[in-house]
């Protein structure tokens, strides 16, 4: 494996700049036919709660002009059934785990990342925006004190680095990003879903069981491309960017614009196998444009004052 | 193990309504069971997710699977001509249990009736109740399920082939004249949720093949989560097929 992709993220050594993203990956294990995980950046496993949580009813997807709408509602097997018997399971396979984690208060988020200041956990990420349950996610991730209240107890919790995931569905994103730096995140992820809604003409009710839920693949690339080239030019922590990244050319966007690593979601669904098309894609691009390796790619933007 | 396969469309045709036959050459052989699915993907950037069928029928490098067009994405797999690639990813999903020696009813209801068609033709001696909405519908599914189950029952909603009315009414003659040790069925949940009833009140093993809308078709997403007795479980991977005393039938 050539060195040309490999690169670093709060001191977690990747062979790849290319993250499962979370939700969209499983843990990992669901992808083996089609992925060597360990040539991943890492995979952020699905997101953890305090308790078992069943998810939402009724209709959970809905397909849209180049995306889709989820409402999965956060269906996990909880904290306790994670430790005990998925991480050591996965512990033994090799590759680098960020464990995405979502509580309804500040003192849950910080019991969860102190049980998982333990060995097989890469880093935490800390899911403010998740805009399909009542109870937590988004409600962090809109408010810039909220947002830093639970980075900061997460952070004084573990001594694993703290990766904080924004939610798009806010009026300044930078302002959210400012708040969770100096509050001590050590990394951010953006962007999450965009909140969204179909309605079923027929019936008229809305396709969703959960009513709304949250919008991704294609059709929000520009969003987070956007998204992602104003918090790179704000904060100065590493940025893992995603949003409707399919192609290594959708990727290349995502590393001018800012991000040192990318995250492919949505597109694990329809090709399995995206994350490694993208990394022998890369691989090419930047032989082909002369570079040693895909930092000198980050943040090259050229924006004419 | 599960793979993405190349398939060429040999042929895409309309076989009754709005219901399509669509066989596919692929480009390495396919080992699968009955009562497993594959996730197809839509030869148009326009469609974010896979689509997925119940296999029909396969030998080695053929695959057939049959549907009904009920939204955009059916709609336009209905315009994909012979000779077109699609890529296939196979085999999902669990598969029917049963031993040969067992005596099989199939029951099945409309486009229900194709992963059905997969235990027929893969294991002499089942019996075959098959109910469709009209005679024309019925009539395709007698001619596929004929000369591979011993023998067949008919129902159409307005009685134009068989008897008149809803499988589920034929259901109990059916089972009063032979002892059967497993019913598989697979069709409208309410169906299946009757089928399922009628077997437990008869102490007759039932396996049911449920539906969901799913993205991943790896048990990654969630998307296709179901209620059951041993609670949340992913239609994808943990199914399609589940005992029908395991889930906790919604209708």
């Known amino acids: 494996m050539s060195d040309i992709l490999s690169t670093e ?8 700049p290319i993250v499962a993203a979370s939700g969209t990956f499983g843990f990992g294990e669901e992808f083996e036919d089609f992925v060597d995980l360990n040539r991943l950046g890492a995979v952020a496993v699905k997101c953890i709660t305090p308790k078992p949580r069943r998810g939402n009813d009724g209709n959970r997807i809905a397909e849209t002009p180049s995306g889709m709408l989820n409402a999965i509602g956060l269906e996990n097997p909880g904290i306790g059934l994670f430790i005990y018997d998925i991480l050591p399971r996965l512990a033994k396979r090799n590759f680098n785990i960020i464990v995405n984690i979502s509580g309804s208060s500040v003192e849950e988020f910080a019991q969860l990342a102190r049980a998982l200041d333990r060995d097989g956990v890469s880093a935490i990420e800390l899911n403010i925006s998740c805009p399909n349950v009542k109870d937590g996610g988004i409600i962090f991730g809109t408010d810039p004190k909220a947002a830093a209240d639970v980075t900061a107890a997460a952070k004084r ?12 569905n806010v009026t300044d994103i930078v302002s959210i990003a400012r708040a969770v730096v100096d509050a001590g995140a050590d990394a951010l992820s953006l962007i999450n879903t965009l909140m969204g809604m179909q309605i079923d003409i027929n019936s008229w009710r809305p396709t969703l069981g959960n009513v709304t839920g949250g919008l991704s693949g294609a059709a929000v690339k520009p969003v987070a491309v956007r998204m992602v080239y104003q918090v790179a030019n704000a904060v100065d922590v590493p940025i893992i960017g995603m949003g409707g990244i399919r192609s290594v050319e959708d990727a290349v966007e995502f590393f001018l614009a800012g991000a040192d690593v990318i995250a492919v979601g949505t597109a694990n669904f329809s090709d399995p196998s995206s994350t490694m098309r993208i990394a022998d894609g890369l691989e090419s691009y930047l032989k082909s444009r ?16 | 193990m599960k793979q993405i396969y190349n398939a060429r469309v040999v042929s895409n045709e309309r076989a009754v309504d709005n219901l399509f036959r669509l066989v596919v050459e692929l480009d390495a052989p396919l080992y699968a069971m009955p009562g497993q699915f594959v996730q197809l993907k839509l030869p148009s950037n326009e469609f974010t997710l896979r689509r997925p069928f119940g296999i029909a029928a396969f030998d080695q490098n053929h695959l057939t699977m049959f549907y009904r067009i009920v939204g955009r994405g059916t709609e336009f797999l209905s315009t994909v001509g012979e000779g077109t690639q699609l890529d296939l990813l196979a085999p999902l999903g669990n598969r029917f249990n049963f031993n040969v020696e067992e005596k099989i009813l199939l029951v099945g209801g409309g486009v229900g ?25 019925a009539e395709l599914w007698r001619n596929e399920f004929n000369g591979a189950v011993d023998e067949m029952f008919i129902a159409t909603d307005d009685g134009s082939l068989g008897a008149k009315g809803f499988v589920t009414e034929l259901l109990p003659d059916v089972l009063a004249r032979k002892n059967y040790n497993v019913i598989l069925t697979c069709g409208p949940i309410v169906m299946m949720s009757r089928v399922a009833s009628i077997a437990r009140e008869k102490n007759i093993r039932c396996e049911v093949s449920m539906e969901r809308r799913m993205a991943c078709g790896l048990g990654a997403c969630l998307s296709c989560s179901i209620d059951t007795v041993n609670g949340r479980r992913k239609v994808c991977k943990d199914g399609p097929i589940f005992d029908a005393r395991e889930v906790l039938f919604d209708v």
């Open chain 2, 113 to 137: 009736l194709a992963p059905l068609l997969s235990v027929a033709r893969m294991f002499e001696g089942a019996d075959a109740l098959i109910g469709g909405k009209t005679a024309i519908e």
């Open chain 1, 157 to 168: 919790s573990t001594s694993k680095p703290i990766i904080v995931k924004l939610s798009p």
């Open chain 1, 290 to 305: 002369g570079l040693n390796n895909i930092s000198e790619l980050v943040g090259k933007v050229k924006v004419s004052p």
């Open chain 1, 9 to 16: 993220l709060c001191g977690i050594k990747m062979n790849t």
